[in-house]
Nanobody, 122 residues
Framework: QVQLAESGGGSVQPGGSLRLSCAAS????????MGWYRQAPGKERESVAA???????NYSDSVKGRFTISRDNAKNTVYLQMNSLKPEDTVVYYC????????????????WGQGTQVTVSS
């Protein structure tokens, strides 16, 4: 199994910044994509940003230019630097990874963190 441990959520004023971190652990064999999703109450979970292993990062239009995703493969950790935060960024953010385990090295599947709340309010 793969466990994703998130940290860095919290409350900030509009225009402020937060940095989310997500560390992967467990019996994984390889991690392909790591990224972040977010979900507002009553809405579907949406992709915010993702970084494939050795690939090009991608962002949703709503965060492009404000958020930056990065990945430290040596630490199996993905980060999301969120700048110029807006009240509409107030949702729960979920870490996501596509990975295979040592027991099923050829089978990639999705893994999710428990979610971290980000609140942007004055």
């Amino acid at each position: 199994q793969v466990q994703l441990a998130e940290s860095g959520g919290g409350s900030v004023q509009p225009g402020g910044s937060l940095r989310l971190s997500c560390a992967a652990s467990g019996s994984f064999f390889s991690i392909n994509v790591m990224g972040w999703y977010r979900q507002a109450p009553g809405k579907e979970r949406e992709s915010v940003a993702a970084v494939p292993s050795g690939g090009v990062t991608n962002y949703s239009d709503s965060v492009k230019g404000r958020f930056t995703i990065s990945r430290d493969n040596a630490k199996n950790t993905v980060y999301l630097q969120m700048n110029s935060l807006k009240p509409e960024d107030t949702v729960v953010y979920y870490c996501h990874a596509v990975a295979s385990t040592v027991l099923a090295m050829d089978k990639m599947r999705d893994y999710w963190g428990q979610g971290t709340q980000v609140t942007v309010s004055s």
